[in-house]
Each structure stands twice: as structure tokens, then as C-alpha cells.
């Protein structure tokens, strides 16, 4: 499949898309979003793939949406395009796989939204993150408000959105923001080992992970608790959970077939 904005890279169980507008910092405009729109429907169908990476080539991972088109854009415009973004970012976020956003360098505005709508964020030394929106007028639009706050906490998110400071590495890192943060020369290697861990669990185990914890943040505890009772019997029909268990009795590695 040909995109223009985008790398569709697939190695073995994993799969990379790698932003592709380095000239513009990879940010984000219509055409991206659709591309991403199509390269998720791709992997979602891919039962090879079990685990997706998201980087940016160049100096950023993601400078946010295309200041370039705010110009153009008549308030019903603008609302279309916010619902756009929110969809793709919704999407990543309910994504039966998991997925690590690779922070290469700039995650701004939408580009932060995009790695905050991950699974697991690791960041290079260099990188720099933030919601810059504030600064052209305008605030989040892409899922910040909601998902920054959810992570970090009420009081650090709206720091974040009122200054639009851009906060370095490591005190993402400390505030929780980001997983943890390598030097830039060993980002690539250090995301390709944990999704390659990951890749090695069962799919169906993985996929439940990512329902259970995600609906339950937005649901009463014990309604969280609940889902989690009810998957936790859906796990125990799988085949991988009769190979897991007699693996471990066995004192082997299991052999996870995704069933
Ligand atoms: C979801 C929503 C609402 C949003 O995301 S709103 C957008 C939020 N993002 C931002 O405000 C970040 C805007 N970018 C910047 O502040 C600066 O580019 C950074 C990221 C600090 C990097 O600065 P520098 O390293 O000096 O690189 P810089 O020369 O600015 O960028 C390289 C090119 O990319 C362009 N560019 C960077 N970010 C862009 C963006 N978000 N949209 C369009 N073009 C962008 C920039 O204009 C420049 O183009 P040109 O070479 O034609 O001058």
C-alpha cells in the first residue's frame, strides 16, 4: 500500500509507522490523518503483526497539526478536522494491539496527543514535549485535555496547557509523562526490545489488557473491577492460557499461538 505522509514498515511481529513530512517536523494535516486512518486499518487485519511502533523521521516525532492550514480553516472546518484527529487518536487508543510511540525528538500539540493516545511512551534525551496550542490563541485539540490530565494529574496538565512551556525529557519522564528515556543513539534498539517482549505474549492476554485498563479509567471502580473478573474468564478459555500454565509446570518457555 502506497502512502505519501507515512512509512508502513513491518519486521517479523512488529510494525513501525514512521512519519514522513521531516520538512514540516511531521506535522499533522488532512492527508496524514487519513493515511493513518488506512495504515491502522491495515494492521488491525494483520494477524502477523502484534505490536505497532510510532516514530517520526527526522528531528521531531510530531510538531502537532499544520499551523499552515489554520488559515483556511472556517469554524465547521475546523471542528471536522478536531473530530478527524480525534478519531485516529481514539482509534490507536482501542487498537487490539499494543502500541509504543517513540519519541524521537518534538511531540507537540497533536504530536503529544499522538503519543499520549499509545500504549507506552519512550522518549530519546533530546525529545521535547508539550502543548503549545495556547500560544496561537487556541488550546488542545486532539485528546490533550482529557488524556495529559488522566496521566499526569489535573494541576501538572493544565500547567502544560496554559504555559505551553515545552518540558525536556527527563522531567517528562519524572512526572510520569514518558516510561523512560534512553540517549537518541539507542532509541531505536531499546523500542525494539520491548515490543519484542511484548510481541512474545499472547495476543488475546495483550488485547484484554488494553480494554480492561482503558474502559476501566473511565468507569467506577467497581465497574472496573467487574470487566476485570469477567476478562479474566475470557482469558481462561484461550488456548494460550492451557499452553502457559503447562508451560510453567514443564519449566519451558511457552510457545503463545494468539488463540
Ligand atoms: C492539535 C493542535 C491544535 C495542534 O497541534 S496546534 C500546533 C501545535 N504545535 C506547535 O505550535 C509547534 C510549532 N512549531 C514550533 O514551535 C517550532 O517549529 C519547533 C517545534 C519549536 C521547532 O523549531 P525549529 O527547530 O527552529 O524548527 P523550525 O524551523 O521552526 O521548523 C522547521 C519547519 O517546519 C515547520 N513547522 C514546524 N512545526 C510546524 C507545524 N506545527 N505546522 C506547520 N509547520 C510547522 C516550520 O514552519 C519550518 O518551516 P520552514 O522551513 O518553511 O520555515
Given at each position: 500500500?502506497?502512502?505519501?505522509?507515512?512509512?508502513?514498515?513491518?519486521?517479523?511481529?512488529?510494525?513501525?509507522?514512521?512519519?514522513?513530512?521531516?520538512?514540516?517536523?511531521?506535522?499533522?494535516?488532512?492527508?496524514?490523518?487519513?493515511?493513518?486512518?488506512?495504515?491502522?486499518?491495515?494492521?488491525?487485519?494483520?494477524?502477523?503483526?502484534?505490536?505497532?511502533?510510532?516514530?517520526?523521521?527526522?528531528?521531531?516525532?510530531c510538531?502537532?497539526?499544520?499551523?499552515?492550514?489554520?488559515?483556511?480553516?472556517?469554524?465547521?472546518?475546523?471542528?471536522?478536522?478536531?473530530?478527524?484527529?480525534?478519531?485516529?487518536?481514539?482509534?490507536?487508543?482501542?487498537?487490539?494491539?499494543?502500541?509504543?510511540?517513540?519519541?524521537?525528538?518534538?511531540?507537540?500539540?497533536?504530536?503529544?496527543?499522538?503519543?499520549?493516545?499509545?500504549?507506552i511512551?519512550?522518549?530519546?534525551?533530546?525529545?521535547?514535549?508539550?502543548?503549545?496550542?495556547?500560544?496561537?490563541?487556541?488550546?488542545?485539540g486532539?485528546?490533550?485535555?482529557?488524556?495529559?490530565?488522566?496521566?499526569v494529574?489535573?494541576?501538572?496538565?493544565?500547567?502544560?496547557?496554559?504555559?505551553?512551556?515545552?518540558?525536556?525529557?527527563?522531567?517528562?519522564?519524572k512526572?510520569?509523562?514518558?516510561?523512560?528515556?534512553v540517549?537518541?543513539?539507542?532509541?531505536?534498539?531499546?523500542?525494539?526490545?520491548?515490543?519484542?517482549?511484548i510481541?512474545?505474549?499472547?495476543?488475546?492476554?495483550?488485547?484484554?489488557?488494553?480494554e480492561?485498563?482503558?474502559?476501566?479509567?473511565d468507569?467506577?471502580?467497581?465497574?472496573?473491577?467487574?470487566?476485570e473478573?469477567?476478562?479474566w474468564?475470557?482469558?481462561?478459555?484461550?488456548?494460550?492460557?492451557?499452553?502457559?500454565?503447562?508451560?510453567?509446570?514443564?519449566?519451558?518457555?511457552?510457545?503463545?499461538?494468539?488463540?
Amino acid at each position: 500500500m502506497e502512502f505519501e505522509t507515512l512509512e508502513l514498515k513491518k519486521e517479523g511481529h512488529l510494525a513501525w509507522i514512521i512519519l514522513n513530512r521531516p520538512e514540516r517536523l511531521n506535522s499533522i494535516n488532512g492527508k496524514l490523518l487519513e493515511e493513518l486512518q488506512r495504515a491502522l486499518t491495515e494492521l488491525e487485519a494483520d494477524r502477523k503483526v502484534k505490536v505497532l511502533l510510532i516514530t517520526g523521521k527526522g528531528k521531531a516525532f510530531c510538531a502537532g497539526a499544520d499551523i499552515t492550514q489554520f488559515t483556511e480553516l472556517n469554524p465547521t472546518e475546523a471542528w471536522k478536522f478536531a473530530k478527524m484527529g480525534r478519531e485516529v487518536m481514539t482509534r490507536i487508543e482501542n487498537l487490539m494491539k499494543p502500541v509504543i510511540a517513540v519519541i524521537n525528538g518534538y511531540a507537540l500539540g497533536g504530536g503529544l496527543e499522538l503519543a499520549l493516545a499509545c500504549d507506552i511512551r519512550i522518549a530519546s534525551e533530546e525529545a521535547q514535549l508539550g502543548l503549545p496550542e495556547i500560544n496561537l490563541g487556541i488550546f488542545p485539540g486532539f485528546g490533550g485535555t482529557q488524556r495529559l490530565t488522566k496521566l499526569v494529574g489535573k494541576g501538572r496538565a493544565v500547567e502544560i496547557m496554559m504555559t505551553g512551556d515545552r518540558i525536556g525529557a527527563k522531567d517528562a519522564e519524572k512526572m510520569g509523562l514518558v516510561n523512560r528515556v534512553v540517549p537518541g543513539s539507542a532509541l531505536q534498539e531499546e523500542a525494539t526490545k520491548l515490543a519484542e517482549k511484548i510481541a512474545k505474549k499472547s495476543a488475546v492476554a495483550l488485547a484484554l489488557i488494553k480494554e480492561v485498563v482503558n474502559r476501566g479509567v473511565d468507569a467506577p471502580l467497581q465497574s472496573g473491577l467487574a470487566m476485570e473478573s469477567i476478562g479474566w474468564g475470557v482469558a481462561f478459555s484461550t488456548e494460550d492460557k492451557q499452553e502457559g500454565v503447562k508451560a510453567f509446570l514443564e519449566k519451558r518457555e511457552p510457545n503463545f499461538k494468539d488463540r
